[in-house]
């Protein structure tokens, strides 16, 4: 397992949508682990291949983790292969903030409720019901795999100016 680095607006990955994943062989098992050791390194709640530059679907969250006390801290992720939402309920807003959108919240309309169903990493199908923070990350991920980032929920002035202060620190930085 290793830590690898999360790509950040405007790379690629980012922007397109993810391909199926087909085979789960070492490749794809070993990705899913860098992919969580990532995470919680960086630290988040969710993880999706494509901010690892890796067009796959395949998603990794853990929304109990970060927010456990200290004794009781257990990695415990959620490892799902093309997920797909089935089933959606109500509506909530709420910001949020993106690994690969540094320094950036957005007030986001999500549903409520979801049920997902994908597979696990050894094969087995999953169906499970979502809600409240777990169903936020997962949808928030599931973007991530159709090339959707918290930029594209933001208003186009609020996209333009953070696009600016991007241009602006590369230029500071060189």
Not at 89 to 115: D, H, W
Not at 143 to 168: E, V
């Amino acid at each position: 397992m290793a830590v690898r680095t999360i790509m950040v607006v405007p790379h690629t990955a980012l922007t397109r949508k993810a391909e199926l994943v087909t085979n789960i062989d070492e490749r794809v098992i070993c990705l899913a682990q860098d992919m969580a050791e990532t995470m919680y390194k960086a630290p988040g709640i969710g993880l999706a291949a494509n901010q690892l530059g890796e067009l796959l679907r395949l998603i990794v969250v853990d929304v109990i983790y970060p927010y456990e006390e200290s004794k009781n801290k257990k990695k415990n992720p959620i490892i799902i292969l093309n997920p797909e939402i089935i089933k959606k309920e109500g509506k909530t807003v709420n910001e949020e903030g993106c690994l690969s959108v540094p320094e950036l919240g957005v007030e986001i309309e999500r549903a409520e409720f979801i049920q997902v169903q994908g597979v696990d990493i050894s094969g087995k199908p999953l169906r499970f019901d979502a809600e409240g923070l777990f169903a936020r990350a997962l949808q928030h991920e599931i973007d991530h795999l159709n090339g959707t980032t918290i930029l594209d929920h933001a208003s186009p002035l609020r996209r333009d100016l953070y696009r600016r202060r991007l241009k602006k620190k590369a230029r500071r930085d060189k």
